[in-house]
């Protein structure tokens, strides 16, 4: 239980709402800002404007998953009002205060450090990155089905990288029937592809393996699908990049080509906001309880 203890939740979309079951059933003292259109009440929470919410007596604070814009405005999607947080007024709260948010920007990085409050970037854990990769994959299969007329069964995949979302991919795919080749860098993956019962290149090698490709997923946050790789592919290739912005496509010789190539951010928001929220509101749960309970035991 986390009784007593006072938290923020400051913004974010539907994600946000079992992150705020969960706190409301575990017994925190809960103030949401941003959240005043939102008809359903959380017993055990109540709403507050920004303006009024009182930073010294915050034990947390709970930021949406994008954290904040590089100009500190928090998204508010369940409210018209801006909500901007600055250093002045994160410097207000306690100093054990800390924040959760799911990634951060030059702008959060440099108020929280500025402010000396602990930033906890919830999308840097493994957990949380391995259980995203699930809605990730349902999201990338919906965008493989709404846009080819081909089956995924037995159509040749490329999925570029092997961490945590291309393992996903690459054994789902494989799963459902597709022929899955997986290109990474690193000779342990190369090992990890091949003991997954997959085909494996290494990445140098990508303009070789895509001349009948007709998928190509990739997960790598850097530029490797090139305009010389698109260039090998067949016409009828798509290509979905996971990979997060600004992907790792030349969508610009994609178009030119007339290869549909599409950044497909956000997927488990999107697809699953219910479980995205549930995953999140987990692992805060988990953490918030160890930071309780490690001032308990030293007030
Ligand atoms: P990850 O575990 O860090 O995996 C990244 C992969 O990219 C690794 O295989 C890594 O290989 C490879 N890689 C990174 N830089 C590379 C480079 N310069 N050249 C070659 N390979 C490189 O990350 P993840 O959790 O799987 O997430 C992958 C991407 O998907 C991220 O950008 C993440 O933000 C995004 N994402 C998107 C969605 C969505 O809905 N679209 C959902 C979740 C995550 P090494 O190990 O050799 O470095």
Same mark, same amino acid.
């Given at each position: 239980?986390l #009784?007593g203890?006072h938290?923020?939740? =400051?913004?974010?979309d539907?994600r946000?709402l079992? =992150?705020?079951?969960k ?10 800002v941003?959240?005043?259109q939102?008809d ?13 919410? %009182?930073?010294s007596?915050? %034990?947390?604070i709970?930021?949406p998953?994008?954290? /904040?814009?590089?100009?500190?405005q928090?998204?508010t999607?369940?409210?018209?009002k801006k909500?901007?947080? #600055?250093?002045?007024?994160?410097s ?13 920007n030059s702008?959060?990085d ?5 402010a000396?409050?602990?930033l906890?970037?919830?999308f840097?854990? %493994? ?7 699930i !809605?990730?994959?349902?999201?990338t299969?919906?965008?493989a089905?709404?846009?080819t007329?081909f /089956? ?5 995949v490329?999925v570029?990288?092997? *961490?945590r979302?291309g393992?996903?991919?690459?054994r789902?795919?494989h ?6 080749k997986v290109?990474?860098?690193?000779s342990e993956?190369?090992?990890?592809? #091949?003991?997954m019962g997959?085909?494996?290149?290494y990445l ?5 393996e895509v001349?009948?490709? %007709?998928i190509?997923i990739?997960?790598? !946050?850097h530029l ?13 290739t798509l290509? =979905?990049?996971?990979a997060s912005k600004p992907?790792g496509?030349d ?5 030119k080509r ?8 956000g997927l488990p928001?999107?697809?699953? !906001?219910?479980t995205? *929220?549930?995953?999140?509101a #987990? ?5 918030l309880?160890e930071?309780?309970s490690q001032?308990?035991?030293? !007030?």
């Amino acid at each position: 239980m986390l #009784t007593g203890m006072h938290i923020a939740c =400051i913004g974010g979309d539907a994600r946000q709402l079992e =992150i705020i079951r969960k706190l409301t059933e575990l017994d925190a003292k809960l103030v949401l800002v941003g959240f005043e259109q939102l008809d359903h009440a959380f017993t055990g929470a109540v709403k507050e404007e920004f303006e009024d919410l %009182d930073p010294s007596q915050l %034990d947390a604070i709970i930021l949406p998953v994008p954290g /904040t814009s590089l100009e500190g405005q928090v998204e508010t999607i369940f409210s018209n009002k801006k909500v901007q947080l #600055t250093e002045k007024w994160l410097s207000q709260t306690p100093s054990h205060c800390v924040i959760y948010s799911g990634i951060s920007n030059s702008y959060l990085d440099h108020i929280t450090s500025q402010a000396n409050r602990k930033l906890v970037q919830l999308f840097e854990r %493994d957990d949380v990155a391995i259980y995203n990769s699930i !809605p990730t994959v349902e999201g990338t299969i919906m965008m493989a089905i709404q846009h080819t007329d081909f /089956t995924i069964h037995g159509s040749n995949v490329v999925v570029l990288g092997l *961490g945590r979302v291309g393992m996903s991919v690459a054994r789902v795919f494989h799963h459902l029937g597709s022929k899955v080749k997986v290109g990474a860098r690193r000779s342990e993956h190369i090992a990890r592809i #091949t003991e997954m019962g997959l085909y494996p290149f290494y990445l140098h090698d990508l303009e070789k393996e895509v001349h009948d490709v %007709d998928i190509v997923i990739n997960t790598i !946050p850097h530029l490797v699908v090139t305009a010389s790789v698109i260039a090998k592919m067949p016409s009828h290739t798509l290509i =979905i990049d996971l990979a997060s912005k600004p992907g790792g496509t030349d969508f610009r010789y994609a178009e030119k080509r007339g290869i549909k190539a599409l950044l497909a951010p956000g997927l488990p928001g999107i697809v699953a !906001p219910k479980t995205a *929220g549930k995953i999140l509101a #987990t692992v805060i749960a988990k953490l918030l309880y160890e930071e309780y309970s490690q001032r308990k035991e030293n !007030p």
